[in-house]
């Protein structure tokens, strides 16, 4: 899309006031974005906030839209900022990158995944999603959780099959799986229905480990496989 990306870095002695992007894409273009004086740095419904360096500005106050999108978008490791509440959150990336969570974080909108990026949970953070998993890259969820919130339905889409560590369901929206998805560790059924079409839920591993079902209501609709070991009673 159109857009305008920095040509220098911005801080307090060059940047005084706030920072707006209100249409098509801006771009930090790998320059640094670091103020002490808390500026807001706002991205509002609909623009999108390129971020093209290895972490995300510091010392501004951050506001974003609902249906904003932050991008993370360098081809080298990044780090996924956890202090404020996304809109649409981007994993972006032309050649393998690993985009690693520094805490966990909060979307209002779609987790994208695209091809040539690796989201990884880090050391056992937590996803809170009210959108659509949309994953055609990698996802590593170590010890961590995604719990699906929110009221609309949404959707789960991996080619290749989607695993989670811990997976979660605080929403009321309907969760359709467009694959397999795959629990490692432990479903949590708070409420929302679960619709698997012609795929499968599975709890468990192939290890294997049973994995851990945590029932308060909702509905699996179709095919939910748990693996038992055959010691268990």
């Keep these: 899309g ?41 991205v509002v419904n609909g623009a999108t906030f390129r971020v093209s360096t290895a972490t995300y500005p510091a010392g501004f106050t951050d506001i974003l839209g609902a249906t904003s999108t932050v991008e993370y978008n360098l081809n080298s490791a990044q780090t996924v900022d956890g202090t404020m509440t996304y809109g649409h959150l981007k994993m972006e990336a032309s050649s393998s990158s690993t985009k690693t969570l520094g805490a966990s974080i909060a979307i209002l909108g779609d987790l994208t995944i695209t091809a ?64 397999d998805v795959r629990v490692n560790s432990t479903l949590t059924m708070t409420s929302a229905n679960i619709s698997t079409g012609t795929n499968a839920l599975q709890l468990g591993t192939n290890t294997p480990t049973e994995g851990a079902l945590s029932y308060t209501s909702g509905t699996v609709i179709g095919k939910f496989e748990r693996r038992i070991l055959g010691s268990s009673t």
């Design 116 to 179: 040539n990026s690796i989201l990884d949970a880090g050391t056992g953070f937590n996803i809170d999603l009210a959108g659509n998993w949309i994953n055609s890259g990698s996802f590593t969820p170590n010890s961590g959780t995604v719990d699906f919130t929110g009221s609309g339905a949404k959707a789960i889409t991996n080619s290749s099959g989607e695993t989670f560590n811990n997976f979660t369901t605080t929403g009321s929206g309907l969760i359709t799986l467009d694959n």
């Design 2 to 42: 159109t857009g305008v990306t920095l040509g220098g870095a911005v801080t307090d002695a060059n940047v005084t006031g706030n920072i707006i992007v209100q249409s098509g894409i801006f771009d930090n273009g790998g320059f640094a974005m670091n103020e002490s004086s808390g500026d807001n740095l706002q």
